[in-house]
């Protein structure tokens, strides 16, 4: 048996995926008869999603249209970056609103050490915490002390969709 157990936790989106639901956003947006006449629309701008409308509650309409397709795919809302931290604001532009959102993969740095703080105070002992430039891995001698990491994990209040990989 190895000494060493480990894995890593790592936040990572399906890039596919999120372009699927953001084509199936585009295409109910331009067949909706509330979004007539009000010059909707999202697309991709470089690494951004923007999305763009008349007023800033359809451009919120818009937002709400393409989470809802996210879900779907299986894709967290987490990974969903609008700005503000009390909710996303569209800014005029013109005569229109923009919002613009970008998908966070990878942990912050700031994340990680919140994630390993919670490993640290309320895991087992003898579990090490290591980060690794966007990802953080986790090592101790029992597979059961690990399982118990995640397991804490999977309930903890992150502000990031944490997947567990390389589980060894």
């Known amino acids: ?29 331009a067949q909706r008869y509330d979004f007539k006449g009000v010059g909707a629309s999202i697309a991709w701008s470089g690494e951004k999603i923007v999305m763009i409308a008349n007023s800033s509650e359809r451009v919120l309409a818009v937002l709400d249209v393409f989470q809802s397709k ?4 299986g894709i967290s809302l987490k990974s969903l970056d609008t700005g503000g931290d009390d909710g996303p604001e569209p800014k005029p532009s013109g005569k229109e609103y923009r919002l613009e959102a970008l998908i ?56 990031a969709d944490l997947q567990f990989t390389n589980y060894r």
């Open 1 to 29: 048996m190895a000494s060493e157990a480990s894995f890593d936790v790592v936040s990572k989106v399906d890039r596919q995926e999120v372009d699927n639901a953001l084509n199936q956003a585009a295409k109910e947006i």
């Open 70 to 73: 996210l879900i779907r795919r």
């Open 104 to 159: 966070k993969e990878g942990l912050s740095s700031e994340t990680a050490k919140k994630v390993a703080k919670i490993i640290r105070d309320e895991g087992p002992k003898g579990i090490k915490t290591q980060i690794q430039g966007d990802e953080l891995r986790v090592t101790g001698k029992s597979r059961d002390d690990l399982q118990a990491v995640i397991a804490l994990l999977k309930g903890a209040d992150v502000d």
